[in-house]
């Protein structure tokens, strides 16, 4: 019977060991109500136990607190009560003798009006004849020599300088002019540098903005490339105030354009029968290149829109008349001096100052000239013609200024140009130039 029952119980045991049943989900809803109200006092006795701790810790620091000023008080005490006998007991072996401290020439100009009042232990005074005549005395100067005072009721520079040989590493006479006493100290003023001065110089990106969609225009800046473009002068700078600043200077700007295409020779002279030295016209964006030299000839390999002349290629050939080959491209240069009006705003003043720069600038021709390269020299060919004597344009950028010290700094200004009126209006075209440089100096401050 008993193995009976055995057999049973691992028959259940068996079969139900892996078996699970979930209760109602009511049966959760009534249990969590009642687990809320016992964590409730749990909470409770934590803030209260929290708010005990830091009471007591406040009473006990206000306690040491009381105490650590009691006890700083007492000393206090102490060492004026020590100072007070020390005033009042002065040592006589102290006292030196003065007349050993000075020159024959000071005793015989002595001057017997002037005493020295010392104090002796037994309350008594006696004042001593100064043997000095100095005629800027120091009133009543007192000082400490080893633990006795010395009172001086009337005395000299020299007697001063006396009392500086007992002047040790924990005693220090201390003496005041009166007459600084009641007068505020004046402090020199910092000078601040409103000036300066610096030499920029800046390689640029030159290209041209056509704001139209002319076909004829979109073909010639085709054939044009940008070439070596340069930026470079002098800059004043006048500091208005912390962080704004107005600069000006001089700059010499040049910049050009590759036209591809335009095959150049030389030796035409003798073949020109015309008279006149414009053969040949050139249409570019930035204007009409025409030839000044007579001994050029020139052949346009790519398209007949771009030039004109009456020495076609029905009418002259270079290679039958053997004209010397040149180039097969021309260069157009365009110098300019700029007179800028710039406003400077120091955004980030540190060792490395952050400014943002911008305005505007006024640019006078100086130079036109249009060549083709040989052998790494230039064989001028003529000049663009139609091109605005003065242009504006506008600036923007951010200058970077590292100070080496306290007056030169070093200068990293990346800016971008944008030329307001075009350089020329020729067959209606408005071209507006723009470039993109970075330039870099030093700066001088004054």
């Given at each position: 019977m008993d193995e009976k029952k055995a057999n049973i119980d691992l028959?259940?045991?068996?079969?139900l060991k892996d078996y699970e049943v979930l209760p109602p989900t009511e049966v959760w809803n009534n249990i969590r109500p009642v687990v809320r109200n016992k964590l409730r006092p749990l909470i409770i006795l934590r803030t209260a136990a929290t708010i005990a701790i830091l009471l007591s810790l406040t009473f006990l620091a206000y306690r040491m607190n009381r105490q650590i000023n009691g006890s700083v008080e007492?000393?206090?005490?102490?060492?004026?009560?020590?100072?007070?006998?020390?005033?009042?007991?002065?040592?006589?072996?102290?006292i030196i003798p003065l007349q050993n401290f000075l020159t024959p020439s000071d005793a015989s100009s002595?001057?017997?009006?002037?005493?020295?009042?010392?104090?002796?232990?037994?309350?008594?005074?006696?004042?001593?004849?100064?043997?000095?005549?100095?005629?800027?005395?120091?009133?009543?100067?007192?000082?400490?020599?080893?633990?006795?005072?010395?009172?001086?009721?009337?005395?000299t520079s020299r007697v001063y300088d006396l009392l500086l040989l007992f002047e040790?590493?924990?005693?220090?006479?201390?003496?005041?002019?009166?007459?600084?006493?009641?007068?505020?100290?004046?402090?020199?003023?910092?000078?601040?540098?409103?000036?300066?001065?610096?030499?920029?110089?800046s390689p640029t990106y030159h290209t041209n903005f056509y704001p139209?969609?002319?076909?004829?225009?979109?073909?010639?800046?085709?054939?044009?490339q940008p070439l070596f473009s340069y930026s470079g002068g002098v800059a004043f700078s006048y500091k208005l105030n912390k962080r704004v600043s107005v600069q000006s200077g001089l700059y010499y700007s040049s910049f050009g354009q590759e036209l591809s295409g335009i095959t150049s020779f030389g030796g035409f002279q003798p073949y020109d029968y015309t008279k006149s030295g414009r053969n040949f016209e050139v249409?570019?964006?930035?204007?009409?290149?025409?030839?000044?030299?007579?001994?050029?000839?020139?052949?346009?390999?790519?398209?007949?829109?771009?030039?004109?002349?009456?020495?076609?290629?029905?009418?002259?050939?270079?290679?039958?008349?053997?004209?010397?080959?040149?180039?097969?491209?021309?260069?157009?240069?365009?110098?300019?001096?700029?007179?800028?009006?710039?406003?400077?705003?120091?955004?980030?003043d540190k060792?490395?100052?952050?400014?943002?720069?911008?305005?505007?600038?006024?640019?006078?021709?100086?130079?036109?000239?249009?060549?083709?390269?040989?052998d790494g020299g230039k064989y001028q060919v003529g000049k663009t013609e139609g091109l605005n004597l003065v242009t504006f344009s506008s600036s923007?950028?951010?200058?970077?200024?590292?100070?080496?010290?306290?007056?030169?700094?070093?200068?990293?200004?990346?800016?971008?140009?944008?030329?307001?009126?075009?350089?020329?209006?020729?067959?209606?075209?408005?071209?507006?130039?723009?470039?993109?440089?970075?330039f870099s100096g030093i700066s001088y401050r004054f």
């Open positions: 028959v259940f045991r068996n079969g007492n000393n206090l005490i102490t060492l004026n009560d020590e100072s007070e006998s020390r005033q009042t007991t002065p040592v006589r072996e102290s002595a001057n017997t009006n002037r005493y020295i009042r010392t104090y002796f232990p037994d309350n008594s005074e006696q004042d001593i004849p100064s043997t000095t005549s100095d005629p800027d005395p120091v009133q009543n100067v007192t000082y400490l020599a080893g633990s006795d005072n010395i009172s001086v009721s009337e005395s040790t590493a924990d005693t220090k006479i201390k003496t005041e002019d009166p007459a600084t006493l009641f007068a505020p100290e004046i402090l020199p003023e910092k000078k601040t540098e409103k000036w300066s001065i610096a030499a920029l110089l139209g969609n002319d076909q004829a225009a979109s073909r010639l800046r085709d054939d044009e249409l570019t964006t930035s204007g009409l290149v025409y030839t000044s030299n007579a001994d050029i000839f020139l052949i346009d390999s790519r398209s007949d829109s771009r030039l004109t002349t009456r020495y076609t290629k029905d009418y002259f050939d270079p290679t039958k008349a053997n004209l010397q080959y040149i180039d097969n491209s021309l260069r157009q240069n365009f110098s300019y001096l700029e007179l800028p009006v710039i406003v400077r705003y120091k955004l980030i060792t490395i100052d952050f400014n943002l720069v911008g305005g505007l600038s006024s640019n006078l021709l100086v130079n036109n000239s249009v060549y083709a390269a040989v923007l950028g951010m200058g970077m200024e590292y100070n080496i010290s306290n007056n030169l700094s070093l200068n990293l200004e990346p800016t971008f140009r944008y030329y307001l009126n075009p350089v020329s209006q020729t067959m209606g075209l408005r071209i507006h130039p723009y470039s993109f440089g970075i």
